[in-house]
C-alpha cells in the first residue's frame, strides 16, 4: 500500500478513528488503526470492541485532489504513535508507503518515520453491516436527545443497565430516558408512525457520536439486538447495548403536583451556584424555601456560615414548602432545558419533584429531593 | 469594620492574596485572609508562612470611588470562602460589615451571606517591612530572568537548594543562576555598581512574583538573610530564602569549545518534537548527529520504530560528533532563550554542552548529555 494524502485530511481520519482505540488495550492487536486503501479511498478503523469507528477519506472531494500517487493494500500501525507523527509533521503532504508488509513510512520533504506494522489478517473481524430497525435524525434532534438527556445517566458501573440511554420507539414517538436513581431525564421526539424498538444504548456512547456529528447534517441509527449503529456522512460507529432490562420509569412522573414555581433559569441558577459555596456539612445540598412571602435559596455551614438569597421574579401557586437537593442535580437540568424560565411542580417534601421548560414539554426533569433532618 | 466596595476591585485583590494560602493549612488561622481597613484603605494579607502576600486597595483610584460607607477595623475570613462567594456575586458593589467581631456579613441587593470570622489578633505577626540590601528592577528585566532560567531550577525536594534561584550582585552585574544538576541555565544583568549580595530564593516564589506583576512597571527587591521582599505598587510578597550554600557552578560552563552548530531555532524544536515522539525506551532521549555530510535529530524504539529529520539550514564546524539529550531540556532551553536561531558549543559526547541566543550573551544554557550504551 502507498498513498500521498494531504495532511490535514489525515490527520482528521486519524482522529476521528482513533477516538475508538483504548489507552490502555487488553488484546495488543487493537492498539492500532486498520488502515485500508481500495478503489472507493482510504479507510481508517479503531476499535475497542466495545466502540468501533471506521471513517472515510475519499480519493477526491469536489474538485480537490486529496491523495496521489497511490497503490492500493492494507496494514495495521499504532494508532496513538502514527496520529501523534501525523499531528506534528507540518508538510502539506504526507506520503504513507508499506514495505515488505512489515515496516510502513511515514514521510515528508524533510521528515521519514519507519514503523513497525502489522498484516491486516490480524485484525478482528468486525461488522459494520446496517441491520435491524433503522431510523433517520437530524443532527439537531440527535443533538437535542444528547444534550438533554446524556448527562442524567450514572457513570458508576455498578448497575450497568443505569449507563445506558432508553430509546424507546412507538406510536410516532421516539423517547429518550436516562436516571441514574436520584435523577431522571427524558426526551421525546416526534417521529415515522410505523418504527417500533427498544435499545440500551451506552449514554457515553451517545455523546461519543454527537460529538463526531459535527459538520454533518443526519445521523442514520441502526438498532438490533445487541448492537447500535450510527452512519454519518463518512463515519460509521458501532456500540454494544447495556444488557438487561431498563427499569421502569413510567411511574416516576407525578400526576398532580400541590405546589408550582415559575422562574427565570438564569436568576435561579446564579442563586443555586452561588448558595452551594456554603453547603459544606451536606455536600451539594442547597434548601428551596416558598412561601406567599418569597421563594429564597439557602445553605448553611455549622462551620464556615450561612448564605441567603431571594429571588426577584417569580410565580409561586401552593402553600409553604421547603424542599432540599443536590444543586449540581437542579443546575444541570436547568443547563439542559436551556431556556428562559423554568417551570417546578412539587408533591411534597420528600417526593420527587418535575423541573421542565416553560414553553417545550418534549422534555422534562425528574429530580428526587434529599432527606434533611 | 463596615464597608461598601466595587466587587471587581474587591475581588483582584482577594485573588492576589488568596495565592499565599495555602489549599490544605498546617495552622487553622492561615485558612483567613486578614482584612484590615483603616485612614489609608484596605489591606489584604495571605500567608502560609514560607510566602506571605499583602496587597492594598485604596478608598479612591484617580478619580474612580472604590469604596464607600466605611468604618475602619480588621477581621480574619475564610480565604478561600469569601473569594469563591465574592467571584460569584454579581452585583457592581459589595457590603461587608462585621457584627460583633464573630460574624462577616457579605451582601449585595440580592444574596447576603453570614459567616463566620476571628478577631485579627489571631493571625501571626508577619515582617513585612523592608530590611537589607535594596534592588530595583524594571518589569521586563525581571520577566528576563524568570522566563529565562526559573524552569532550570530542580522541582523535587531531595535537594532543596536546588529548588532556589541562585541571584548574586558584585561589580555592577546580577547573575540568577538555577541548576536542578542535569542543566543549568544563567541570566546577567546590569545594575548600579555599589550592590553586593547573595541569595537563594525559592525559583517558584519568582514565578509567582513575576505573574503578579502583570501591569506593575517596576519590583523592588529587598534581600535580607532569612527573606526576599518584593514590593510592587500595590502588593507586598515575603518570601523566605532556601538554606544552604549553592553548588559552585562557575566550572560547568566549558572554557573551549570543539564541535560549534547554530541552527533555526524553530525548525530544530519542531524537528525534537516529532522525533521524540519514537523516543520511548529512552524516555525522552534524543540523538544529534553532525557530521560535514549534514545535521540530523533521530529517535528509535524497538518496538515501535525510528524517526529522523534532516536540518535543512545549518552552520556546523567540527568533526563528526553524535550526542544524545533529553529532549525536553533541550526544547525548554530554546524556548528560554526565545530567538531566531540558537548556537550549540559541544566539547565532546559526554561533556556538558552550550545552547546560547546568537544575538544576545546575557544568557546561557547548559544541558548534560546523557549517556548512550
Known amino acids: 500500500m502507498k498513498f500521498t494524502i494531504n495532511r490535514e485530511e489525515f490527520l482528521k481520519g486519524l482522529n476521528i478513528a482513533s477516538r475508538a482505540v483504548a489507552n490502555k488495550v487488553a488484546v495488543a492487536v487493537l492498539a492500532n488503526l486498520k488502515i485500508e486503501l481500495d478503489e472507493r479511498g482510504l479507510f481508517i478503523t479503531g476499535s475497542n470492541y466495545d466502540l468501533t469507528i471506521r471513517t472515510f477519506i475519499p480519493y477526491k472531494s469536489e474538485a480537490k485532489e486529496i491523495m496521489r500517487n497511490y497503490k492500493e493494500g492494507a496494514t495495521l500501525i499504532n494508532g496513538r504513535i502514527i496520529t501523534e507523527i501525523v499531528r506534528k509533521m507540518d508538510a502539506e503532504e504526507v506520503t504513507l508507503d508499506v514495505i515488505d508488509s512489515t515496516i510502513a513510512v511515514i514521510s515528508d520533504t524533510h521528515f521519514e518515520s519507519r514503523l513497525n506494522c502489522v498484516k491486516p489478517e490480524e485484525y478482528p473481524d468486525i461488522d459494520l453491516e446496517p441491520t435491524g430497525t433503522e431510523i433517520k435524525l437530524t443532527k439537531d434532534a440527535f443533538s437535542s436527545i444528547v444534550s438533554q438527556t446524556a448527562f442524567a445517566a450514572s457513570i458508576k458501573e455498578q448497575r450497568p443497565i443505569l449507563t445506558a ?44 457520536v454527537d460529538r463526531l456529528m459535527e459538520g454533518t447534517a443526519a ?6 439486538d445487541k448492537k447500535a449503529l450510527f452512519t454519518l456522512d463518512r463515519t460509521i460507529i458501532a456500540t454494544r447495548l447495556v444488557a438487561g432490562d431498563y427499569p421502569n420509569t413510567k411511574n416516576i412522573i407525578p400526576r398532580s403536583c400541590n405546589y408550582f414555581l ?11 451556584d452561588r448558595t452551594t459555596i456554603l453547603s459544606i456539612d451536606r455536600e451539594n445540598v442547597v434548601d428551596l424555601s416558598m412561601s ?25 401557586e401552593g402553600q409553604s414548602l421547603k424542599i432540599s437537593f443536590n444543586s449540581e442535580f437542579v443546575l444541570s437540568a436547568i ?21 421542565r421548560n416553560a414553553s417545550d414539554d418534549s422534555v422534562i426533569q425528574i429530580v428526587t429531593p434529599v432527606r434533611t433532618y
Do not use: H, W
Open 335 to 355: 443547563r439542559a432545558l436551556n431556556c428562559e424560565d423554568v417551570t417546578f411542580e412539587f408533591v411534597g417534601e420528600m417526593k420527587p419533584f418535575v423541573v
Open 219 to 224: 445521523v442514520s441509527v441502526s438498532l438490533s
Open 165 to 208: 440511554m432508553n430509546l424507546e420507539a412507538d406510536s410516532g414517538s421516539l423517547v429518550a430516558t436516562t436516571t441514574d436513581s436520584a435523577r431522571m431525564a427524558r426526551k421525546v421526539l416526534k417521529i415515522a408512525e410505523n418504527i417500533r424498538f427498544v435499545a440500551n444504548v451506552p449514554a457515553k456512547m451517545m455523546v461519543e
Open 292 to 316: 406567599e412571602f418569597g421563594v429564597e435559596i439557602s445553605a448553611k455551614s455549622s462551620q464556615v456560615g450561612s448564605a441567603v438569597e431571594k429571588l426577584e421574579t417569580y410565580k409561586f
Open 262 to 272: 415559575e422562574v427565570n433559569a438564569s436568576e435561579l441558577a446564579k442563586a443555586i
